[in-house]
């Protein structure tokens, strides 16, 4: 069986064409999956309607944070910011020892938020979660450039957000994390037009709004421009890409 890609001259979609060895198919028969800017995210199987903290009619993380408010027109984060520097990988977010825990578990689902960037190096003197606790006091993370390098476990976007994490602002991404970020639904993974994370300190008051696309500083006084989450804004919001699939009636609801 052989199989074929093709990019369409419509730079928003990429064609993928399957062509068994007996003729199923007809050549029209196609499917199309849409990209997401700023990255093109091709969803991983992670059906997150089955997470636990989406159970019984609640909505993901992302959006359920206490730091967060919510509204049709706009979606404002509001809280404490934890900082950090370049290159952390997935490996600082979530060590490998912790990836047996499940997420789909509640028990488990919340000991993975205790564990989350726990694996930063010794410098960082100030604990995102303090022992004994199983959420961070932190509702946004600042990085430097390319943050949740490293392997593609799809436990990293989902410990920050266990944890009570309801956004990332970082120069930049490895692609993996940020789109495990939005297939997931569990943080809001914002790009920033400046290198935020040198002029901001963990501890400062920081509030996002989504629908300016602006970071402010409380703390200092200064105010940033982020760039737009774009499409990939109404999939976490929805809870993921299996909730936003539901919801658009791509896939049929779990009550169908």
Do not use: W
């Not at 093709?6 to 198919?25: E, R």
């Not at 990209?35 to 199987?45: A, Y």
């Not at 509702?139 to 593609?152: D, L, Y």
Request: charged fraction near 15%; proline fraction near 7%; hydrophobic fraction near 35%.
């Amino acid at each position: 069986m052989a199989a074929s890609i093709s990019v369409s001259p419509n730079p928003s979609f990429t064609t993928y064409s399957h062509k068994p060895s007996i003729s199923l198919l007809s050549p029209s028969q196609s499917l199309k999956f849409p990209t997401i800017s700023p990255n093109p995210i091709k969803f991983l199987s992670i059906d997150s309607a089955q997470a636990p903290h989406r159970a019984s009619g609640t909505i993901s993380r992302a959006t359920a944070a206490p730091s967060l408010s919510s509204t049709d027109s706009s979606t404002t984060f509001h809280g404490l910011c934890y900082v950090v520097g370049d290159n952390i990988d997935t490996d600082q977010i979530i060590p490998a020892e912790y990836l047996t825990l499940v997420p789909s578990n509640p028990s488990e689902y919340e000991k993975l938020g205790s564990y989350a960037l726990c694996g930063l190096p010794a410098n960082y003197s100030t604990r995102f979660v303090e022992p004994n606790e199983t959420k961070s006091k932190y509702s946004i993370v600042i990085g430097g450039a390319n943050f949740g390098c490293g392997s593609s476990r799809e436990h990293a976007p989902v410990a920050l957000g266990a944890a009570g994490t309801a956004a990332v602002v970082a120069e930049s991404y490895a692609r993996i994390f940020f789109r495990n970020s939005v297939a997931t639904g569990e943080v809001y993974p914002l790009e920033s037009e400046a290198r935020i994370c040198e002029e901001c300190r963990t501890g400062d008051v920081i509030t996002i709004e989504l629908s300016e696309s602006r970071l402010i500083n409380h703390t200092t006084g200064k105010e940033y421009k982020l760039k737009p989450i774009g499409d990939a804004g109404p999939v976490i919001e929805a809870g993921g890409i299996f909730a936003y699939a539901r919801k658009t009636g791509m896939i049929p609801s779990q009550s169908a």
